[in-house]
Nanobody, 123 residues
Framework: QVQLVESGGGLVQAGGSLSLSCAASGRTFSSYAMAWFRQAPGKERVLVATVSFSGGVARYADSVKGRFTISRDNAKNMVYLQMNSLKLEDTAVYYC????????????????WGQGTLVTVSS
């Protein structure tokens, strides 16, 4: 029902910033809560941040709280992840995800995954 394509990954120095984008297709985008996940090589995929269907409620993993900001623009069918003060441990493939509903729930299935975009933080 919705398709997602991430972009904006790349190489950045520790302490620097990077902004990721997720473009969604379909006219039902505003019916989905959205999230960013990440997965480092050899590790499990973990939740980074979520935002409610209207953009009014955002939540973050403790590891990124105060450094990352998730936002969305429903008029443009876009979700963003602004990453500041990047650390080496932030290196991962970052995935955009959609879940039908007003607020994100980690108890429910992810409806749609993006293909991922690689973020590499260097020393």
């Amino acid at each position: 029902q919705v398709q997602l394509v991430e972009s904006g990954g790349g190489l950045v120095q520790a302490g620097g910033s990077l902004s990721l984008s997720c473009a969604a297709s379909g006219r039902t985008f505003s019916s989905y809560a959205m999230a960013w996940f990440r997965q480092a090589p050899g590790k499990e995929r973990v939740l980074v941040a979520t935002v409610s269907f209207s953009g009014g409620v955002a939540r973050y993993a403790d590891s990124v709280k105060g450094r990352f900001t998730i936002s969305r623009d429903n008029a443009k069918n876009m979700v963003y992840l602004q990453m500041n003060s990047l650390k080496l441990e932030d290196t991962a493939v970052y995935y955009c995800a959609a879940q039908l509903g007003s607020w994100w729930s980690d108890k429910l299935r992810v409806d749609t995954w993006g293909q991922g975009t690689l973020v590499t933080v260097s020393s």
